[in-house]
């Protein structure tokens, strides 16, 4: 079971640190990614990591603003210069991959387990 935290209330231009969990087990063999929902819309990709933590991919509306990086127990999504856009439900979701560490998914169909969620507002 997944857990995403760290969400809140924000101005614009200000910075959040979000974090996935999971329960019982360590996130050495898996794919993760943060995608998001604002009402009305899709969910969408917006950072992804591979098993090993070398590979990354992040969408064109958050490069050079947001940052994932991973250790055994959790990943974490840095975002900085936040915007009004940036206004969403964030979800981490997790793909089991022991044999591609190397693997970057960012198909939200191929992901197997997903979080609750944390609300990200950026308002003044």
């Known amino acids: 079971q997944l857990q995403a935290s760290g969400g809140g209330l924000v101005q614009p231009g200000g910075s959040l640190r979000l974090s996935c969990t999971a329960s019982g087990v360590t996130f050495d063999d898996y794919a993760i990614g943060w995608f998001r929902q604002a009402p009305g819309k899709e969910r969408e990709a917006v950072s992804c990591v591979s098993p090993n933590g070398g590979y990354t991919y992040y969408a064109d509306s958050v490069k050079g603003r947001f940052t994932i990086s991973r250790d055994s127990a959790k990943v974490y999504l840095q975002m900085n210069s936040l915007k009004p856009e940036d206004t969403a439900v964030y979800y981490c979701?997790?793909?089991?991959?022991?044999?591609?560490?190397?693997?970057?998914?960012?198909?939200?169909?191929?992901?197997?387990?997903w979080g609750q969620g944390t609300q990200v507002t950026v308002s003044s």
């Open positions: 979701a997790s793909k089991y991959s022991p044999f591609n560490n190397m693997l970057v998914v960012t198909a939200r169909d191929q992901y197997h387990n």
